[in-house]
């Protein structure tokens, strides 16, 4: 063989051995990428003591067709009590038999799975035909579609604005009860009828 030969060969060794570097690397990278990947996704999920779970959703009918739909950007269950739901910047609406909807949304709220009771606390807003009530907390009662909702209650629709402690309302009879925690304090109430003529 001549010279000319023997540095073809080794041109064509050379260059066989830098793919065969590149290729070994190139997927070296992407399969610690990969792992990254995994690794951060575990972290996200397994934030804190607790399982960390986003966009939750729970749906519920009862036997006569009212349906219960309640949602959360976060959420995790409570380690001490499985059919407890502790939920972050939720959203619930109750979708009645007549047609009517109640929204309600809330910093917070602990959904019970087993029963679908609720209690929403923080920044609690609930918004039914024409009533809006602004309160602290509220504690709903989907089997009894009843809702109680207390501490900083504002109540809020076209004829009246009241400030009270407690609000009870039962969706079904259509009753309200509001009532204050001392009974020698009054129940602010305040008309938004305008112009009215005696």
Known sequence: MDKKTYIQIFIVFVILIIITI???D???NINVKKLNQSENTNIEINKGSEDLITEMFYYSED???????IKSEYGVINPDKSNLILMDKVSAVIFMLNGEKVFI???KAEYDD??????FSGSVKMIYSDHKINSE???LSFKDQTAT??????????LTKLSADKIFIDFVNKNTKIQMDDEKKNILVRSNLKNVSN
């Open 22 to 24: 590149v290729y070994l």
């Open 149 to 158: 909702l207390y501490n900083k209650v504002n109540y809020n629709s076209s």
């Open 105 to 107: 949304s809330s910093n």
């Open 114 to 119: 087993n029963n679908n009771d609720t209690t």
């Open 63 to 69: 036997n006569k067709g009212n349906r219960y739909e």
């Open 137 to 139: 907390y509220m504690d």
């Open 26 to 28: 190139y997927f070296r």
